[in-house]
């Protein structure tokens, strides 16, 4: 296996960190203090996005920086999973850069749903303007009602009625639903209940202007709403929508969802990877800036042995992440399962360390707004929940290791 960036990903990523320190760097905080000072509070409705951040979408887009993740070259930098990585890890560094370059979830995982399994109407209506970054998309498949660690436990149903779909239940923990560019949803719900447990549910695409369709509240994380795009609960009474809105067929809703979630959590894990890069490196320059007892922070308490173990600690989840990002290239998602599962666990911890260190390191600067930190303790805290939590896939992994030794 071969790590080595290919020359599309070394010209990409020179590119990408170029576009970062010139134009999004500089406006960066004052745009997030901005988006705060807009935005704050769990009035969705009312949430706005600067002008600032569509200028740089539109310069990023004319400078073909530009739906990189989408390994279809007519659409997207065609770049595969392994070559992609090193360009989600740069973007990592950033809060406002996935969505500049219009690589942010759960965007991306719709649009790969939309451009594997989609028709040709449902790209036409709604792959297009997605890939254009003229709209924005949410997933509705987590329930506050069930364990969802479990999504076959989903009581969320797809009921047909003639030539419509009838959609009932509650989702929650539904990102980007407070976007005010959102305009559509991907639904996963129980259609055929007389299927076997993984033929039970499909996917249907929902406009979020079907009545029926209502957003409940917007959910905090550790207090913070994640404006403009928000994490929200969202009520799905009796909505009707065209039962051409079923994504491939009915019963395929889990086929999609692994599909899906592959290459999503290596994005997911290549952000956090360059996440902690960031937090290490601000935890570096506090410890050498600041003295105390008449020391460096970084001579005292065994800082210099966790600097160490923190530097051991990002690039074994860095080669760990390339790796399930080669196999799934080389043979598919579903093949490289213990992989994804295995990163997926790995790389969230990583950065919640790393980031806990460098709080630590910073006192009470450390859990201010004043430096990312928190913003950054915050998603790998809640990475270690979404797309299934740590105790589901450490299970995965030992069951896929037990079954090496004929256990069941």
């Known amino acids: 296996m071969e790590f080595n960036p290919s020359p599309r990903t070394t010209d990409y990523?020179?590119?990408?960190?170029?576009?970062?320190?010139?134009?999004i760097r500089p406006v960066e905080e004052r745009t997030l203090r901005e988006i705060l000072d807009r935005n704050h509070g769990g009035d969705w409705k009312r949430w706005t996005v600067p002008p600032v951040v569509e200028e740089l979408k539109a310069r990023a887009r004319a400078e073909g920086l530009w739906n990189l993740f989408l390994p279809d070259p007519h659409h997207g930098a065609g770049l595969s999973t392994l070559e992609y990585a090193p360009l989600a890890e740069e973007m990592g560094k950033s809060f406002l850069a996935p969505e500049i370059f219009n690589c942010n979830a759960p965007d991306t995982g719709n649009m790969e749903v939309l451009h594997q399994y989609?028709?040709?109407?449902?790209?036409?209506?709604?792959?297009?303007?997605?890939?254009?970054?003229?709209?924005?998309?949410?997933?509705?498949?987590?329930?506050?009602?069930?364990?969802?660690?479990d999504a076959t436990n989903m009581r969320a149903t797809i009921t047909a009625d003639g030539d419509e779909l009838v959609l009932n239940g509650k989702k929650w923990w539904s990102t980007g639903i407070g976007h005010p560019n959102a305009r559509v949803a991907i639904f996963m719900g129980v259609s055929n209940p007389e299927g076997d447990r993984h033929h039970q549910h499909s996917m249907v695409l929902v406009p979020l202007d079907t009545p029926g369709v209502n957003v409940k509240r917007m959910l905090t994380v550790f207090g913070e709403y994640d404006e403009p795009y928000g994490h929200g609960e969202v009520w799905f009474e009796a909505?009707?929508?065209?039962?051409?809105?079923?994504?491939k067929g009915l019963g395929m809703g889990f086929e999609i969802a692994q599909g899906r979630l592959g290459p999503g959590r290596i994005h997911h894990c290549m952000r956090a990877v360059?996440?902690?890069?960031?937090?290490?490196?601000?935890?570096?320059?506090?410890?050498?800036?600041?003295?105390?007892?008449?020391?460096?922070?970084v001579n005292l308490g065994g800082n210099r042995e966790r600097i160490a173990d923190l530097r051991i600690a990002i690039d074994q989840a860095r080669l760990l992440t390339?790796?399930?990002?080669?196999?799934?290239?080389?043979?598919g998602a579903l093949a490289a399962l213990t992989e994804i599962s295995a990163i997926k666990v790995v790389a969230p911890n990583v950065l919640q360390q790393v980031v806990d260190e460098a709080i630590q390191m910073h006192g009470g600067a450390g859990v201010s707004r004043d430096l990312p930190l928190t913003g950054m303790?915050?998603?790998?805290?809640?990475?270690?929940?979404?797309?299934?939590?740590?105790?589901?896939?450490?299970?995965?992994?030992?069951?896929?290791?037990?079954?090496?030794?004929?256990?069941r």
């Open 13 to 23: 990523l020179r590119r990408v960190r170029a576009f970062i320190a010139e134009h």
């Open 118 to 149: 989609g028709s040709d109407e449902q790209k036409e209506r709604w792959l297009k303007p997605l890939l254009a970054g003229e709209i924005r998309s949410v997933f509705c498949m987590t329930e506050p009602d069930v364990a969802s660690s």
């Open 239 to 247: 909505a009707r929508v065209p039962r051409a809105n079923v994504i």
């Open 274 to 297: 360059g996440a902690a890069e960031v937090a290490l490196e601000l935890l570096i320059r506090r410890g050498l800036s600041r003295d105390a007892f008449g020391k460096p922070l």
């Open 322 to 331: 390339l790796y399930a990002a080669w196999k799934i290239d080389q043979v």
């Open 377 to 407: 303790f915050s998603m790998a805290r809640a990475l270690r929940i979404a797309d299934g939590p740590d105790a589901v896939h450490r299970g995965l992994v030992a069951r896929m290791e037990l079954l090496k030794y004929g256990a």
